[in-house]
């Protein structure tokens, strides 16, 4: 078999797979599912807001430093 078969087999075997658990799954929404949060506060603003470029700078400057200090005392 070529390396397309493959890749056919196994786009059509992950599509039957998807639409199999989507087709056989019990779907009963239920209230508690679908309230707003567990606390139960309606969101102030849309939660899908973007973050500043500082927050994401201060999270790589993070990971770096912990993993050098961690890597610094063995």
Same mark, same amino acid.
């Given at each position: 078999m070529e390396i397309r078969e493959?890749?056919?087999?196994? *786009?059509?075997? #992950? /599509?039957?797979i998807c639409v199999a658990s989507y087709v056989l799954a019990i779907q009963r929404p239920e209230k508690e599912k679908s309230e707003v949060y567990?606390? *139960?506060f309606q969101a102030?603003?849309?939660t899908r807001g973007t973050?500043?470029?500082?927050?994401?700078?201060?999270? /790589?400057?993070? /990971?770096?430093?912990?993993?050098?200090? #961690?890597?610094?005392?063995?």
């Amino acid at each position: 078999m070529e390396i397309r078969e493959y890749i056919a087999i196994a *786009g059509a075997i #992950s /599509i039957i797979i998807c639409v199999a658990s989507y087709v056989l799954a019990i779907q009963r929404p239920e209230k508690e599912k679908s309230e707003v949060y567990e606390c *139960g506060f309606q969101a102030f603003m849309d939660t899908r807001g973007t973050f500043e470029v500082r927050f994401f700078l201060v999270a /790589i400057l993070f /990971i770096i430093f912990d993993l050098e200090i #961690s890597l610094l005392f063995p």
